[in-house]
């Protein structure tokens, strides 16, 4: 398995998580791993990108709430999940950009709900 999110769980409105996402050795680079969702019903889309040349994109749904950081000694990427909404509520996945994807590892179900 080369990309294994962790993290999720139930969360309250308004509240945080923070999701792992552990790359494994034979990818040369974490530093354009991103994030997706799928939401319940939903196709996956990506929330997260990092582009080739660095740039960072959020989606306008997590812009402001979410943002990403990683650890190059531990080859984990991480995604810090603040102010939660229940349109949060999907399997949240970490990969490359769209157009280098990798295949699809475990994703993580993050819940938010009172």
């Known amino acids: 398995v080369q990309l294994q999110a962790s993290g999720g769980g139930l969360v309250q409105p308004g509240g945080s998580l923070r999701l792992s996402c552990a790359v494994s050795?034979?990818?040369?680079?974490?530093?354009?791993i991103g994030w997706y969702r799928q939401r319940p019903g939903k196709q996956r889309e990506p929330i997260v990108v990092?582009?080739?040349?660095?740039?960072?994109m959020f989606d306008d749904s997590v812009k402001g709430r979410f943002t990403i950081s990683k650890d190059n000694a531990k080859n984990t990427v991480f995604l810090q999940m603040n102010n939660l909404k229940r349109d949060d509520t999907a399997v949240y996945y970490c990969n490359g950009p769209p157009d280098d994807l990798l295949a699809w590892g475990q994703g993580t179900l993050v819940t938010v709900s009172s």
């Open positions: 990092i582009t080739s040349g660095g740039r960072i």
């Open positions: 050795s034979s990818i040369d680079s974490i530093d354009n």
